[in-house]
């Protein structure tokens, strides 16, 4: 396929509009949220991740805490000889379901804090840099005094958390995954809150609820950008893009300081879970990542 023929398919810029970016500055990884379907209907398993990601060109894996087995030492071994073997690299794991981080009852939050403490140590063990974490919370603020209200609870979760974390070198990211998270300024308001190195964003490209500006707010989120969610779906006619352009996010991620590994996550219904992934790849591939 060619240059001009892919940037068709996927409805993106004209040709001319694109530049590389420099050399090495991006890694590709791949969401196994993209692969969901397949191991929930027991097609896959969480152990052939690694050998899905390297068939389709991407070095990190982030994994996803609910698509996997009981993570028992021998399984976790058994996972790391996956990985050894295809040359991939454990990047993240996506963490669900340990409670409510932004919870109003203390005990509960700080709960959630030590539920998440055994992911902190998989992804160590694994050589992961970040887990994934939610601030969702019992309450849904609708006021801006409501919101300082949930970022206080969720400001004594993340620090115990981060502070749990940072032994072991790895960081604790916030993705924009609903609710309160829905809202950049909110996030970066938390980053400030928080305020230590070794906690920070996922700017996810798609999820974004229709009144919010996604370009502005992944530039709001990149600052603090541990990694960087290629949300895709390519449902549009002839394989369009059609949620936003994606040239254009990526010139976001390209004008802001990030540097390192960026996830595609495919999450379309109208092609195949890898279909859906390569088409990913090739619009990376495209924009020269």
Known sequence: MTRRTLLSA?????????AAPAAGRFKVSLAEWSIHKA???GKLTNLDFPRIAKENNCEGLEFVN??????????????KK??????????LIMVDDEGQMGHSDKAVRMKAVKNHHKWVDIAAD?????????????????????NETVLGYC????????????????????ENHWGL????????????????????????????????????????????A????????FEGPGGKEEKYDVAKMLKVMEDSKYSGFVGIEYEGSKLDEIEGIKTGRKALADYGI
């Open 66 to 79: 609910a698509l996997w087995s009981v993570p028992t030492a021998g399984y976790i071994a058994r996972l």
């Open 126 to 146: 694994l050589g992961c840099h970040s887990i994934r974490t939610n601030m969702h919370s019992d309450k849904t603020p609708k006021s801006p005094a409501e």
């Open 82 to 91: 996956r990985i050894s073997d295809t040359g991939t690299k454990a990047v």
């Open 10 to 18: 996927l409805a993106a810029v004209p040709a001319a509009g694109l």
């Open 155 to 174: 400001t004594e979760s993340f620090t115990a958390l981060c502070q749990y974390a940072k032994p072991a070198n790895v960081n604790v990211v916030i």
């Open 181 to 224: 998270s829905s809202d950049p300024d909110a996030v970066v308001a938390l980053m400030k809150k928080v305020n230590l190195p070794n906690f920070g964003t996922l700017p996810d490209f798609g999820n974004f609820p229709p009144e919010v500006n996604k370009y502005e707010a992944v530039a709001k989120l990149a600052p603090y």
């Open 226 to 233: 541990k990694g960087m969610s290629f949300k895709c779906y």
């Open 39 to 41: 191991i929930q209907q």
